[in-house]
């Protein structure tokens, strides 16, 4: 019938998931099941993820997340076609874990075993959701990823740029700390900047002085820092007003990089001219809604189809996976047992 049937595994962050998608030709493909658990609790108290503490829980997990992904998908191993896998880049306990899973289960099923990059799948979901044609405009924007991608096909990632130092999700988890906002930092600091004055500090624009869709995001929480000492020196502590008005400048600094890098990509995009012209947001940070409307602007000035894909198909999972690893397999690509787990892996 020419229909593939996947097994996705994730282990290359703090997320341990693991995922079964079938693909149909001419269809939209089919989430059976995904499962992702998180270990944000775990990592709580140390203000970032541990490496030791991530590859531990995941080496734990795999084995039941598996197992659960393949009953609620009602799909047995002998239906599977495939075992995609997050082969990097990520923390290398965390990755090798999944990968050794995915080799055990290739070789007691003698099922083909197909590695994939952790950021070709957040790049390739928008074809997962939407059948989106080649080739689009991405901006990959999280707490650990941040960059502009052209994607060609399922293996040809043109990059236009990217962060040279923090991730914006980042940017949003340190400043959430320097203000003693909750973790994960980014909705907090959203919530308290809708209640601000986002004209009262004057934060950095890095980089929009310089040709490119690079970006930096770590002078900005420097001058945030800098900022909130001031404050403090001058009256003892913050108020809550003082609070809701930094993160209301640091989130339209955000906001204004991303979005006149984004305009410099879409122009790039454009040259190709693409014949159905399309931007996709992907990450946690995608789900700012003061960013997102910004994107959203842009491209409709630019007539380009603007699509964000369910929040839980946007941060960490394992559908991703599977459906990077369908679109590998599709293309004639694949592994064998000789697989090796990479923490750095450019895309
Ligand atoms: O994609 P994701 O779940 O995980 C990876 O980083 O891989 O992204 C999580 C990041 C965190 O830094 C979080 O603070 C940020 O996304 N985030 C947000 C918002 N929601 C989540 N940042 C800004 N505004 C939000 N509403
Ligand atoms: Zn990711």
């Given amino acids: 019938s020419g229909s593939l049937t996947f097994l996705g595994i994730e282990s290359s962050c703090d997320d341990t998931a693991a995922a079964v998608i079938r693909h149909v030709p001419g269809q939209v493909p089919q989430i059976l099941a995904s499962v992702v658990e998180g270990q944000t609790a775990l990592h709580a108290a140390f203000g970032g993820v541990v490496p030791e503490i991530a590859a531990r829980a995941h080496a734990e997990r795999l084995d039941h997340c598996v197992?659960?992904?393949?009953?609620?998908?009602?799909?047995?191993?002998?239906?599977?076609?495939?075992?995609?896998?997050t082969s990097g880049p990520g923390l290398i306990g965390g990755v090798l874990s999944g990968v050794m899973l995915a080799k055990g289960?290739?070789?007691?099923?003698?099922?083909?075993?197909?590695?994939?990059?952790?950021?070709?799948?957040?790049?390739?979901?928008?074809?997962?959701?939407?059948?989106?044609?080649?080739?689009?405009?991405?901006?990959?924007?999280?707490?650990?990823?941040?960059?502009?991608?052209?994607?060609?096909?399922?293996?040809?990632?043109?990059r236009l740029g990217g962060t040279i130092d923090d991730a914006p999700g980042e940017a949003f988890d340190k400043t959430a700390k320097l203000l003693g906002l909750p973790q994960p930092g980014g909705p907090a600091v959203q919530a308290e900047a809708a209640l601000g004055?986002?004209?009262?500090?004057?934060?950095?624009?890095?980089?929009?002085?310089?040709?490119?869709?690079?970006m930096s995001f770590s002078g900005l929480k420097t001058?945030?820092?800098?900022?909130?000492?001031?404050?403090?020196?001058?009256?003892?502590?913050?108020?809550?007003?003082?609070?809701?008005?930094?993160?209301?400048?640091f989130q339209l600094a955000v906001a204004e990089v991303l979005a006149e890098k984004t305009r410099r990509a879409l122009a790039v995009y454009a040259d190709l001219s693409p014949s159905e012209p399309a931007l996709a947001v992907?990450?946690?940070?995608?789900?700012?809604?003061?960013?997102?409307?910004?994107?959203?602007?842009?491209?409709?000035?630019?007539?380009?189809?603007?699509?964000?894909?369910?929040?839980?198909?946007?941060?960490?999972?394992?559908a991703m996976i599977a459906w990077a690893g369908i679109e590998r397999y599709l293309a004639g690509g694949f592994d064998d047992t000789d697989l090796v787990a990479r923490p750095r892996w450019p895309l």
């Fill in 67 to 85: 197992e659960q992904a393949l009953v609620e998908s009602g799909v047995g191993l002998a239906d599977l076609d495939g075992i995609a896998v």
């Fill in 105 to 158: 289960l290739a070789l007691a099923t003698g099922l083909p075993i197909v590695g994939v990059n952790h950021l070709a799948g957040h790049a390739l979901t928008p074809r997962l959701t939407d059948q989106l044609a080649f080739p689009y405009l991405m901006l990959l924007v999280s707490g650990g990823h941040c960059q502009f991608l052209i994607v060609h096909g399922p293996a040809q990632f043109q």
């Fill in 197 to 214: 004055d986002a004209k009262r500090f004057a934060f950095p624009r890095p980089l929009l002085d310089r040709p490119g869709c690079d």
């Fill in 223 to 249: 001058a945030l820092l800098r900022a909130r000492d001031a404050l403090i020196a001058e009256k003892g502590g913050l108020t809550v007003q003082d609070r809701r008005d930094l993160c209301a400048c």
């Fill in 282 to 318: 992907a990450g946690g940070v995608a789900a700012n809604t003061a960013i997102r409307d910004r994107l959203e602007q842009l491209c409709a000035l630019s007539d380009t189809r603007f699509l964000a894909p369910p929040l839980r198909l946007c941060t960490d999972n394992a």
